[in-house]
T-cell receptor
Framework: GQQVMQIPQYQHVQEGEDFTTYCNSSTTLSNIQWYKQRPGGHPVFLIQLVKSGEVKKQKRLTFQFGEAKKNSSLHITATQTTDVGTYFCWGGGSNYKLTFGKGTLLTVNP | KAGVTQTPRYLIKTRGQQVTLSCSPISGHRSVSWYQQTPGQGLQFLFEYFSETQRNKGNFPGRFSGRQFSNSRSEMNVSTLELGDSALYLC??????????????FGPGTRLTVL
């Protein structure tokens, strides 16, 4: 079945450092979505990527979708303490047995 | 517009019991999906309902079931509870069917503890 792997599982950074999390799928994805879950909260939608090679930016966040539509990345420039949380990718596949990656927990040291 | 609501927020049960969780989607949303979140396994898809029909189902045993009502509210039921069922159960609604194609709006979840 479709597998979505996310790395790293944990990332601790100093405030101001950059952060990147990667999402890799064993199959081609129809689209990929990124969500953020703050500690004690619920996942909140960040963005959806649909096109091969697509790049989208939201302030300090940059999202990329691979050319083969099997991988994606989320990059945060100059992290802030408000960026703390778990970032999940969600891979849409043709069979709809969709999976979230296990997420990357980001902690930021002020 | 009110967000997704889930009741109850916290629940404690013992092994062997059954439990029913409720989810009210955002007004106008007809798709409701359920997820189980545990520290070890992350977010796992349980099932999706659209217009009272189950459209997709994850890899969970038959003890996990759900339904959706004509007003789009959904319930999930877990019978014969096991210790491993302790988790945060999240419900998400979407404006159209086919979760994974559209933004999902998550509720706050129900924290189930099985003793």
């Amino acid at each position: 079945g479709q597998q979505v792997m996310q790395i790293p599982q944990y990332q601790h950074v100093q405030e101001g450092e950059d952060f990147t999390t990667y999402c890799n799928s064993s199959t081609t994805l129809s689209n990929i979505q990124w969500y953020k879950q703050r500690p004690g909260g619920h996942p909140v939608f960040l963005i959806q990527l649909v096109k091969s090679g697509e790049v989208k930016k939201q302030k300090r966040l940059t999202f990329q979708f691979g050319e083969a539509k099997k991988n994606s990345s989320l990059h945060i420039t100059a992290t802030q303490t408000t960026d703390v949380g778990t970032y999940f990718c969600w891979g849409g596949g043709s069979n709809y047995k969709l999976t979230f990656g296990k997420g990357t927990l980001l902690t930021v040291n002020p | 517009k009110a967000g997704v609501t889930q009741t109850p927020r916290y629940l404690i049960k013992t092994r062997g019991q059954q439990v029913t969780l409720s989810c009210s989607p955002i007004s106008g949303h007809r798709s409701v999906s359920w997820y189980q979140q545990t520290p070890g396994q992350g977010l796992q898809f349980l099932f999706e309902y659209f217009s009272e029909t189950q459209r997709n189902k994850g890899n969970f045993p038959g003890r996990f079931s759900g339904r959706q009502f004509s007003n789009s509210r959904s319930e999930m039921n877990v019978s014969t509870l096991e210790l491993g069922d302790s988790a945060l159960y999240l419900c998400a609604s979407s404006s159209v069917a086919g979760q994974g194609d559209n933004e999902q709006f998550f509720g706050p979840g129900t924290r189930l503890t099985v003793l």
